[in-house]
């Protein structure tokens, strides 16, 4: 167990700390890499990992296109400035409706395209907005939050939703009929505590005529108005697919693409730039990392997460639920929630109690927001707004997250009862 755990600590640590600029994809890589090579894992394991993780990433990829080209044509920024609009110059209001609308960018465009595109428009609103430093951090911060915490809904609103449903051949549909209610739930209550932490921070009244029309954020009128025609013809897609067993890449990254050609038919965006800028890196990420955590299952901690978990299904439900969507939120917040969710799914795989294999998602989900390196998304978030000059320290994160996850985290288990 010592060199695998080695292995992996040493590339986690790198992929947190990126030295002298090595990207997170050619970190995780090289550690598998070394896995290989000092026999942690083999080749067999490695087609086992491509077999878990491949739709996964490919719909990742999509999802992520196809964001940045509606971010591209105004859309996220004509949603931002609506949302702004709305409230009517209520700070109170504001606050709720970016959460609102962080939900549902996490919810249908993933976590991690809530995190990378949403956060710098929002950034730049509370600039024209001229907001001090104090009410910035606090719409930051809950808008972080919830790019995870809503993440529930739909298979793609999340790598772990992807990778767990097709581990255990959870449908398009009945993954939808299980979340949904945790999602609204975890909606709820994420804005409620949320609220409670930060509303010292949210001014009464903000001055929304400093912000233009939001009319005026679109690139490309017909195309903007054809894209939501486009979500909707996606999203029943999704369903129809699952009807006959199809891979959920196949619509993610297909949509992505023949949206990608109707806009550069449009001449609203330059596919060249579009497919240089996607986040490739994730990829080599996702592969690199769910390797190297093969060799942590290899040494036997999937056998020891299995007596667990075969203990805790042995008790009352609530007991199960609770304590598997604890388990899985602690081992994501120490040790990153992909490589977790892997895990987990293995450790569940003989359980036969779906309830938990629910609360393992959501403490995947949700339990990364305790540390600053619980997930993709949120080292993301972090370094792009870093980018932007706006730096929070790894203690201040993690005591934010540990005041408002817990909680939060509790009572949306409590909905899958």
Same mark, same amino acid.
């Not at 403490?363 to 972090?382: D, I, Q, V, Y």
């Given at each position: ?118 956060? !710098? ?81 949210? !001014? ?107 203990? =805790? ?25 992909? !490589? ?62 540990? =005041?408002?996850? !817990? ?5 949306? =288990?409590?909905?899958?009862?």
């Amino acid at each position: 167990m010592l060199l695998p755990f080695s292995i992996f600590l040493v590339t986690l640590i790198l992929i947190i700390t990126q030295p002298r600029g090595f990207q997170i994809g050619t970190i995780a890589i090289s550690g598998a890499i070394v896995a290989f090579l000092f026999g942690v894992v083999n080749f067999n394991d490695v087609v086992d990992v491509f077999d878990i993780i491949w739709d996964a990433t490919l719909a990742f990829i999509g999802i992520i296109i196809f964001s940045m080209i509606l971010d591209k044509i105004g859309f996220f920024e004509y949603c931002a400035l609506k949302m702004a609009k709305l409230s009517g110059g209520s700070g109170r209001k504001m606050f709720f409706y970016s959460i609102i609308l962080g939900a549902l960018v996490s919810a249908l465009f993933a976590n991690d395209g809530a995190a990378l595109i949403l956060t !710098p428009i929002l950034l730049a609103k509370m600039n024209i907005l001229r907001l001090n430093t104090k009410t910035i951090l606090a719409f930051l911060l809950a808008g972080g939050f919830i790019s995870d915490s809503a993440s529930l809904p739909f298979v793609f609103s999340n790598l772990t939703n992807i990778v767990t449903a097709n581990y255990f051949n959870i449908g398009f549909g009945t993954f939808f009929a299980n979340m949904i209610f945790p999602f609204f739930i975890s909606t709820l209550i994420s804005m409620l505590i949320l609220w409670i932490v930060l509303r010292k921070d949210i !001014p009464l009244h903000v001055d929304i005529t400093l912000l233009k029309n939001p009319k005026d954020a679109i690139k490309h009128k017909g195309l903007f108005n054809f894209s939501w025609f486009f979500i909707a013809l996606l999203l029943c897609s999704y369903f129809i697919g699952d009807a006959y067993h199809l891979p959920i890449s196949l619509f993610a990254l297909g949509g992505a693409l023949i949206f990608l050609l109707i806009a550069a038919f449009a001449r609203a965006i330059k596919p060249k730039e579009i497919i240089k800028d996607a986040p490739w890196q994730v990829v080599w990420f996702s592969l690199g990392l769910y390797i190297v955590v093969y060799g942590l299952k290899n040494a036997g901690l999937t056998d020891y997460l299995s007596e667990v978990l075969l203990y =805790l299904n042995t008790q009352s439900q609530l007991v199960a639920v609770v304590g598997t969507g604890f388990l899985a939120a602690i081992l994501s917040a120490v040790m990153n929630n992909m !490589p977790t969710i892997m895990i987990m799914d293995i450790a569940l795989k003989d359980i036969g109690n779906d309830a938990m294999i629910y609360a393992n998602i959501i403490g995947c989900n949700l339990g990364t927001k305790m540390t600053p390196f619980g997930s993709l998304a949120t080292l993301l978030w972090l370094h792009t707004l870093e980018k932007k000059g706006i730096k929070i320290n790894y203690y201040s994160y993690t005591k934010f997250g540990l =005041l408002v996850t !817990p909680i939060v985290l509790l009572v949306v =288990l409590l909905s899958l009862l």
